[in-house]
Nanobody, 121 residues
């Protein structure tokens, strides 16, 4: 399984960024794909995911209303639109995939390499 992220960078507080992740090489027809975030000094946490079967999204409470996850029609490319970014959103964002939605929120089986997002003035 390959997960390739892009779209990270430096943005000012209140700004926006869009992350992309393209998935390939997986044998599952049904899976959950989305984004984890690693903030310095904290454990990696799931922030948004989407199911391939029905497109149902899920979000960490702290990003609801600011972040939106979406995907292309075949669910192999997933996007994370991040608006109203805050300094505490700074971290490394990882694309992650798991065949099971419940397992995804605990620790997905497959990970991308991560992309740095820095929110700073």
């Amino acid at each position: 399984v390959q997960l390739v992220e892009s779209g990270g960078g430096l943005v000012q507080p209140g700004g926006s960024l869009r992350l992309s992740c393209t998935a390939s090489g997986f044998p599952f027809d049904v899976y959950t794909i989305g984004w984890f975030r690693q903030v310095p000094g904290k454990e990696r946490e799931g922030i948004a995911c989407i199911s391939s079967s029905d497109g149902r999204p899920g979000y960490l409470d702290s990003v609801k209303g600011r972040f939106t996850i979406s995907s292309d029609n075949d669910k192999t490319t997933v996007y994370l639109q991040m608006n109203s970014l805050k300094p505490e959103d700074t971290g490394v964002y990882f694309c992650a995939l798991d065949p099971d939605r419940g397992s995804w929120w605990i620790y997905p089986w497959h990970w991308g390499q991560g992309t740095q997002v820095t929110v700073s003035s």
